[in-house]
C-alpha cells in the first residue's frame, strides 16, 4: 500500500478544505498520515481512516528551541512512515518538511496557500525566510500556487522553476456549500463577515462601514463569524460596538451556512496576504453577492460588478460607497449577482478540480519515483 504524509499546521484548516482530498486518497487506496497539532478535528480524521501524528507546532512563535523540536518531529515522523510522497501546506511544514524530505530524497509535493508577512514585503525576516524556501524547494517534485502573485514571487526569486502548477484555490465544495433560498424579508438586510477577528482581515474597516451604514439605514444588520485572536487591540471597540447592537459577534461556529441563508451579501475586506479566500468562495456558492478587497487571493473569487464589488484595502470609505451601491439595488438585481456567483464557482472553484489535480500529480510523482516531469 502507498502512503501518503500530509503536514499543516491547522487541524480544522486540513479538515474543513481538505476533507474531500482525504476521503479521495483513501478511496484510491492510498494510506493516508497526517502530522497536525492535536485538535477537535483530528478525531475526525482519524474515524475516517487516516494515522495521526501529533505534531507540536507554534504557528505564530519564532522560538529556537520549538523549531527545532518540531525539526526533529518531522524527522522522526518520517523516519517511522516511510511515505512515498509528502503534501505540506502552509509555511513552517513547507520548509522543514521540505528541507527534510530532499535530503532524504522523498517526493513531496508543497501548495503554497498564501506566502504571508513573513515572506511578503521587506525586511531581514522576509529576506531569511525567502532564502530558506529557496533551499527548502531545491528538490521538490512540485509547488501548486492558489494566485499568480505568489506563484510571480516564487518565479522571481527563481525558486523551483519549472515546477509551478496553478489551482483554484482550495476550492469549494459546491455540493454542500448549495445555494441557499434568498432572504426576502424588506425589514432585514444582512451583511456577514466571516473571519477570524485580527485587524489584517479588514474587521476595522468592516466596523467603520457598520456604524456609518447602521446610521443611515437601521433595516441593516452586521453579523460577525469568528473567534478573537489573542493579540487583536481593538477589542476595545469591537466590544462597545457590539453593546450598542450596531455589530452582532456571534462567535465560532462549525456550519456556517445558515448565517449566509439569512445574509446578503458576504463582506471580506482583507488584505492579509491570503492564498484564495475561502470565504468568499462559500459565500458565491450559496448565492450571495460577495465584497472583497482588490487583492491577490480575493479578487479573482469576484467578477466586480457581476458576482459583487471589489474595494480597495484599507479604504473604509471605499466599502461604504460599495454597500450605499448594493443597497440600491432592487431585491431581484442582488439576488442575481449571488446566482452568477454560484455559477461563477460551479464553473472555476469546483473543488472535484482541484482534488483531480492533486489525485494526478500523486499518481504520476509514485509512479515516476519522485519526479513529475
Known sequence: MKKVLIAINFDEGLYNFRKELLEALLACGYEVHIAVPKGEYTDRMQAMGCIFHDTALNRRGANPLQELTLLRTYGKILKDTVPDVVLTYTIKPNIYMGLLCGGKKIPYITTITGLGTAVEGKGLLQCMTGVLYKVAMKKVSLVFFQNRANEKIFRDRKIAPGKHEMLSGSGVNVDHFTYQRFPIEKDTVGFLFVSRIMKEKGIEEYMDAA????????????????????????????????????????????????????????????????GMSNVCQEGAACGRAVITTDRPGCRETVVDGKTGFLIRERDSKDLVGKIEQFLRLSLEERKRLGQNGRKYMIERFDRKNVINSYKKAIERIVKNGGNDR
Open 211 to 274: 456604524e456609518q451604514i447602521r446610521s443611515r439605514h437601521p433595516e441593516t444588520r452586521f453579523r460577525i463569524l469568528g473567534f478573537l485572536e489573542e493579540d487583536y487591540t481593538g477589542k476595545e471597540r469591537f466590544d462597545r460596538l457590539c453593546r450598542e447592537g450596531v455589530i452582532e459577534f456571534i462567535g465560532s461556529v462549525e456550519d456556517v451556512i445558515p448565517y449566509m441563508k439569512e445574509s446578503q451579501c458576504i463582506v471580506h475586506p482583507s488584505y492579509y496576504p491570503e
